[in-house]
């Protein structure tokens, strides 16, 4: 999860599910934090060595590239250039159904319902076992948002309110 510690990234209930998890299923798995303050985030003796605590770092794209998978469970979001970044890398997403996570994410990840408890660990099951079937992030923000795309909507979006009349 690549996310600043605070109420709305939702790090809290991220932790009630790893929790869930951990305690539901086998896997081997660990869980990077980073970002700002993620180094001060307090862990449940279960979690304690599932989670490491990375705190801020100046370049995250080294990291990104060696994920399995990344996790934004926010409460709330319009475009997470996280999610896009990772997406680019081939790296499946996992999020809440927030903001736009749905629409950028589409078939290479997984949208879950926000705050639901136990929705997530069940996920992280299927992902698990799945890994494969969602590696096709980098085709699709390729497809729908290269810079060229997104200008050319801007554009289409500013013409239409300017010369509306």
Do not use: H, W
């Not at 660990?30 to 993620?38: A, L």
């Amino acid at each position: 999860m690549i996310a600043r510690n605070e109420p709305q990234k939702n790090f809290n209930f991220f932790l009630k599910e790893l929790t869930i998890f951990k305690k539901k299923n086998n896997f081997d798995f660990k869980i990077f934090f980073f970002c700002k303050n993620t180094d001060k985030i307090i862990l449940e003796p279960i979690l304690k060595k599932k989670v490491i605590k990375f705190g801020y770092l100046k370049n995250i794209y080294p990291i990104i590239n060696i994920l399995d998978y990344l996790i934004l469970i926010s409460k709330g979001e319009s475009f997470p250039n996280v999610v896009g970044e990772a997406m680019c890398m081939n790296v499946p997403c996992i999020t809440n159904n927030v903001g736009d996570c749905k629409k950028i994410i589409g078939n290479s990840g997984i949208v879950i319902n926000n705050n639901k408890l136990n929705n997530l660990s069940k996920v992280l099951s299927e992902v698990f076992e799945n890994k494969f079937k969602f590696l096709n992030g980098r085709e699709r923000i390729i497809k729908y948002y290269r810079i060229e795309i997104i200008c050319q909507q801007f554009e289409k979006l500013f013409n239409d309110i300017v010369y509306k009349n």
